[in-house]
């Protein structure tokens, strides 16, 4: 059980372009879902939390109108990089769970932008 | 200066015991995680400790907490070549819904053959 998964796994597009990352708890429902970003040989760092049917909390120095988040459903929350640009090329990572205390990571999504 | 710190690289034979260290600085938190990550992949929870907690032990790994110190370390016994990965230390700030992990850097295990 405890299964997350995102979609897709790897992603390349054009500088300019939209991009949606989907994260999805599979056999349970996750009233919080985080998104993180990890660089190559680095820590992952958390780029917003996000609640169920409510606002997502960004995390200081991430653009929100840059990384759109929703999170419409107990299973479901999307990430949408808007108007990518090469150095938005990263590793990107989303959790789901209860609460901090049993987070649950999906297989991470790697976007190029070229 | 990070919130978690960790060494970077360890590298072990097959067999040997590995032992990876970490530091923390948020005396308040109340549980603190060892994650592992394959090439290429997402994390995998390996472990994980609650802060009144000293010592806890699961099959090949053993955390070990000292609060005083806000050390935590991960031991794993007759390290095999699967066990290669990066590891990350990670510890829990607030609680439920408002709550985040921090993450250390990362400490990348070599296991030689």
């Known amino acids: 059980g405890a299964v997350v998964s995102q979609h897709p796994s790897r992603v390349i597009c054009k500088s300019g372009t939209s991009v949606k990352i989907e994260c999805r708890s599979l056999d349970f429902q996750a009233t919080t879902m985080f998104w993180y970003r990890q660089f190559p040989k680095q820590s992952l760092m958390l780029m917003a939390t996000?609640?169920?049917?409510?606002?997502?909390?960004?995390e200081q120095g991430v653009e929100k109108d840059k990384f759109l988040i929703n999170h419409a459903s107990l299973t479901l929350s999307t990430l949408t990089v808007t108007s990518a640009h090469p150095e938005d090329s990263s590793f990107y990572i989303c959790?789901?769970?209860?609460?901090?205390?049993?987070?649950?990571f999906g297989p991470g999504t790697r976007l190029t932008v070229l | 200066g990070e919130d978690v710190e960790q060494s970077l690289f360890l590298s072990v034979r097959e067999g040997d015991s590995s032992v990876i260290n970490c530091t923390y600085t948020d005396s308040s938190s109340t549980y603190l995680y060892w994650y592992k990550q394959e090439p290429g992949a997402g994390l995998q929870l390996l472990t994980y400790i609650f802060s009144n907690m000293d010592m806890k032990q699961d099959q090949r790994l053993t955390v070990l907490l000292n609060k005083k110190d806000k050390h935590l370390s991960l031991r794993i016994a007759d390290t095999q070549t699967g066990d290669s990965a990066i590891y990350f230390c990670a510890e829990a700030k607030g609680s439920g819904n408002t709550g985040k992990l921090i993450f250390g850097q990362g400490t990348t295990l070599q296991v030689k053959p």
């Open positions: 996000s609640n169920e049917g409510s606002k997502a909390t960004y």
């Open positions: 959790s789901a769970g209860v609460s901090t205390d049993t987070q649950y």
